[in-house]
């Protein structure tokens, strides 16, 4: 293996200062687990290591600027793009001679391990595995096509009792370490700006703007942001609007219910965006999803002062404090139309939120503390183990 040909290389002592941290990523070009490892190569530049990172997604311009170092490969599961890959990933091992290797998914993994080094650490970003990588991918089979790592990280424990459980792995080789966020980029908006965002998305004064950011898939429920706008105007609720900033495979269908609901002057989908602006002109963030790993659209949302309602998924016992910082929902679609309708009955209330919210986020949920506890956690098993 390329690591035990290095040993002196990849297992430093006690006193070395500045890291070599090499990730491999497949997260695609958008999405919460894009922006995470966007967020942890860059905090960890900033913490002065050296980081190199291997991915599928070509945007990565922002931090070649900030002097990551990025090689754009396919890292996807077909035999061909499996070769091509693990050629550039054995060649970016042989140059950066990383300390740390750090892999995000399974193809990932597959390609670190076929290149002559098993990762160091492997992070689950959601409660469990939740794609095949080939038509015999189930039962015992999925352990067997599951290289995995060394060490593992997960968001929660509802995902460590997955990974003992289902897939065998013991507890002391798995670690929580909860998603972070930007608390500088996603900051409060100063009134101009709200007012500006507002505008933007066509919220006038009175009104009530409730917005779901995010992939168009199944797993979100993204029709229960539709429902709810229906549940609303046959209530004579018209002064509360929604913004749906996102895409994927559910888009046709979501634009098709909302023509077929009738609530096109009330319920706009506005495709992906960067949400900053949206999180902004927001009264209240929604996410009715099934199942999540620890999603950051919240707590995004939550650092510029917006409340969240959520599905009790991964994360939410992270983030919500009822009535403080957001609320709890049944993952049941009319349970959660339910729940939100009496929500923003109480416009003043999500108001008076806000610069709770934010705080809560500032004190609970920055990123640089997350990538703190991972550089420990790194340097630890470096010298042999917590």
């Known amino acids: ?156 424990e509802l995902a460590r009792t997955y990974l003992e459980d289902e897939l065998g792995i013991a507890k002391s080789r798995i670690r929580v370490v909860r998603n972070g966020v930007d608390c500088a980029h996603f ?47 046959e209530r004579g609720r018209a002064s509360v609007r929604f913004a749906i900033v996102g895409d994927g495979e559910l888009r046709g269908e979501v634009q098709a219910a909302i023509d077929a609901a009738g609530v096109a002057s009330t319920c706009t989908m506005y495709g992906w965006r960067d949400p900053l602006r949206a999180y902004f002109a927001a009264d209240l963030l929604a996410m009715p999803s099934l199942y999540e790993g620890f999603a950051l659209v919240g707590p995004e949302a939550m650092a510029t002062g917006c409340p969240v309602l959520r599905t009790r998924t991964g994360g939410s016992e992270a983030t919500i404090r009822e009535g403080v910082t957001g609320f709890l929902a049944s993952m049941d679609e009319k349970e959660f139309v339910d729940t939100l309708c009496r929500v923003v009955e109480q416009p003043a209330q999500l108001a008076r939120m806000r610069p709770q919210v934010r705080a809560w986020a500032e004190t609970r949920l920055d990123a640089r503390g997350q990538v703190e506890e991972i550089v420990r956690l790194y340097r630890s098993e470096l010298r042999g183990g917590a």
């Open 1 to 156: 293996m390329e690591g035990s040909l290095n040993a002196h290389e990849v297992r430093p002592g006690r006193g070395l200062e500045r890291l070599r941290v090499m990730q491999l990523a497949a997260p695609g070009s958008r999405g919460g687990i894009a922006t995470m490892i966007t967020g942890l190569c860059s905090e960890l530049q900033s913490l002065g290591n050296e980081v190199l990172l291997v991915t599928n997604c070509g945007e990565v311009d922002t931090l070649r600027q900030r002097g990551v170092e990025c090689v754009v490969t396919s890292l996807q599961p077909d035999a061909a793009a499996v070769v091509r890959s693990t050629l550039a990933v054995r060649g970016a091992l042989r140059r950066f001679r990383p300390h740390v290797v750090h892999v995000h998914g399974r193809s990932a993994a597959l390609c670190c391990y076929l290149a002559g080094r098993a990762p160091d650490w492997f992070t689950l970003h959601n409660t469990h595995l939740t794609h095949q990588v080939s038509a015999i991918d189930f039962g015992p089979f999925r352990r067997l096509l599951s290289p995995f790592g060394r060490r593992f990280f997960v968001l929660d």
């Open 187 to 233: 900051r409060e908006p100063s009134p101009e700006e709200r007012r500006a965002a507002r505008a933007e998305l066509g919220v006038g004064e009175g009104e009530t703007l409730v917005l779901f950011v995010g992939r168009l898939h199944p797993s979100k429920q993204p029709g229960a942001i539709v429902a709810a706008a229906k549940a609303l105007r």
